[in-house]
C-alpha cells in the first residue's frame, strides 16, 4: 500500500504522513512539496500509488480541482482525496467531477477515518467478530461510572483556557484549577453513541494507572471522573517542551544519559503497576522545570497479564520506529518491550538519530526484525553493551528490568570515574 501527499506547506505534509503512520505503519508515503516540485510533470508514475491526499491548495496559485483535471487524464491514477478547510457541497461536487473520491476536512482527517479508507482500498476489514466482543456494553459503562463523579477542587472546579490538542476520539485543554490558579491538562473523550469501546477502555485504564503511580517521573495525577457528555481525566501540566526537541537542538552525553536513567525510573513505577507503556518515544517525553523527564500518553497500554485472548485489532502497536520485534509480530508483551523502546530513544539521544533509518517505514520495521544493531562511534563505544541488551531481537537476550539497566548504566558510569 503506497500513498503520496501533494502540498506546498512542509508542516502540512508531515502532520499527514504522521496520520497516515498511525493508521497504519505499514503504508508507504511519499511526500511532494509543491513548493518546490511544482505540479508533477507529464509522465509521472502514478501507478506507484494507490492512495492521494491533495491539498486544496497545493501551489502555484492555483486549486487541486485544476490539477486535478489534468492529472486524471493519465492512464493509471490513485484514489484521491483533496484536503480542504471549506467543505462546501459545490466543492463537493467540483471534486467528484476532477475524478477525486471526495473532500477531507481537518476534523475528518483522523487515524480512524485514514485507517477506513485504507482499509478499503487494500480489502482489508476490522474482524466482525472481534468488533462485536467490544460493543459498547454495561462492563464498560460500569468502568466509566467507576471513575466517580465529577469533583470540583477546592469548591470551585477547572475553567478551560485553550485547545492544546485533538485526536479522533479526544481532545486535550489547557485549564485553571479555579481555586488555585495551576495550571492543568484536561483531557476528555465523549460518551455519545459513536463513542468508541477501545477508546474507553484505554481512557480507564490511563486514568487507573495514573491514579495509582507516585513517580517524579510520570505525569502528576489529579483527579477524574465523568459527566453525562464525557470521560474526563486531570493531570500536570508540563511546559518545557518534550524530547524530540531536545534531541533535535543536540545533547550531550551526560544530558542524554541522565535523561535515559530517569526514563528507565519511570519504567520501574509504571512496571511496578503491572503496566507496559507500549508506546514509549521521545514525543511521550516531556520536560519539568529543571531538566526532569516525565513520561505521558498511557493510551496504548496494556496490563502485563494481557494475552491474545484480546482481539487482535485491540494490541498496542505503538509508533513505528520505536516498536519492538514483538509488538510488530502481534505477540504478548511484557516489560521488556518497553525497554527495547528504550533503548531506540537512548541510541536517538546518545546520536541524533534513530538506529534504523529506511526510505520507507515498511523497510524500517523490517530492519527492527531483522537487522543488528549499528555500532556507536568510539567515542561513546562504552554504552554499546548496554544497547546491545536493550535492543536484542528476542526478549529473553534482554534486560529483563529497567532496575537492571539502571545498574548497566551505572556501572559505565562508576567505572568511566574510576579511569578518570
Not at 500536570?236 to 525510573?265: H, N, P, W, Y
Request: charged share 20%; with cysteine; aromatic share 8%.
Amino acid at each position: 500500500m503506497k500513498a503520496i501527499i501533494i502540498d506546498a506547506s512542509r508542516a502540512a505534509l508531515a502532520a499527514s504522513r504522521r496520520l497516515l503512520a498511525s493508521a497504519d505503519p505499514l503504508v508507504e508515503v511519499t511526500e511532494y512539496d509543491a513548493e518546490q516540485l511544482g505540479p508533477p510533470p507529464p509522465g509521472f508514475n502514478w501507478a506507484l500509488y494507490d492512495l492521494l491526499l491533495i491539498a486544496q491548495r497545493p501551489g502555484d496559485g492555483r486549486s487541486a480541482f485544476d490539477w486535478l483535471e489534468r492529472l486524471f487524464q493519465e492512464a493509471t491514477f490513485p484514489v484521491a482525496y483533496v484536503l480542504t478547510a471549506d467543505k462546501e457541497k459545490r466543492y463537493a461536487a467540483l471534486a467528484r467531477v476532477r475524478g477525486a473520491r471526495g473532500l477531507l476536512a481537518p476534523q475528518e482527517l483522523t487515524v480512524p477515518r485514514l485507517r477506513r479508507i485504507i482499509r478499503a482500498l487494500d480489502g482489508r476489514q476490522p474482524d466482525d467478530a472481534a468488533r462485536a466482543s467490544l460493543t459498547l456494553d454495561a462492563a464498560i459503562l460500569q468502568g466509566i461510572a467507576a471513575l466517580g463523579p465529577l469533583p470540583a477542587r477546592d469548591g470551585a472546579g477547572y475553567r478551560f483556557q485553550r485547545l492544546i490538542g485533538q485526536g479522533a476520539f479526544s481532545r486535550v485543554y489547557l485549564a485553571e484549577q479555579a481555586g488555585t490558579r495551576e495550571l492543568t491538562v484536561l483531557k476528555l473523550v465523549d460518551l455519545d453513541q459513536d463513542a468508541h469501546p477501545e477508546v474507553l477502555v484505554a481512557f480507564i485504564r490511563e486514568a487507573s494507572l495514573l491514579a495509582a503511580t507516585s513517580s517524579p517521573h510520570v505525569a502528576r495525577y489529579f483527579a477524574h471522573g465523568c459527566t453525562r457528555q464525557y470521560a474526563w481525566l486531570a493531570m500536570e501540566f508540563l511546559g518545557g517542551g518534550d524530547l524530540k526537541q531536545r534531541i533535535e537542538a543536540g545533547l550531550d552525553t551526560a544530558q542524554a544519559v541522565s535523561f535515559m536513567r530517569q526514563l528507565l525510573q519511570a519504567l520501574q513505577a509504571v512496571h511496578r503497576q503491572g503496566i507496559v507503556h507500549c508506546d514509549l518515544k521521545p514525543g511521550n517525553l516531556l520536560i519539568r522545570r529543571a531538566d526532569e523527564l516525565v513520561l505521558v500518553d498511557f493510551g496504548l497500554s496494556r496490563q502485563l497479564q494481557a494475552t491474545h485472548d484480546e482481539p487482535v485489532w485491540l494490541h498496542a502497536h505503538g509508533t513505528a520506529g520505536y516498536c519492538s520485534p514483538e509488538q510488530l509480530r502481534g505477540e504478548t508483551l511484557d516489560c521488556r518491550t518497553d525497554l527495547y523502546s528504550a533503548g531506540v530513544v537512548f541510541f536517538e539521544m546518545l546520536t541524533g538519530r534513530k538506529p534504523y533509518i529506511a526510505l520507507t517505514p515498511k523497510k524500517a520495521l523490517a530492519l527492527h526484525l531483522h537487522a543488528p544493531l549499528p555500532q556507536l562511534p568510539n567515542r561513546l563505544a562504552a554504552f554499546q553493551p548496554v544497547l546491545e541488551r536493550l535492543l536484542a531481537k528476542l526478549p529473553a537476550e534482554r534486560f529483563d528490568s529497567a532496575t537492571a539497566t539502571l545498574d548497566a548504566l551505572s556501572a559505565i558510569a562508576g567505572a568511566a570515574k574510576s579511569g578518570a
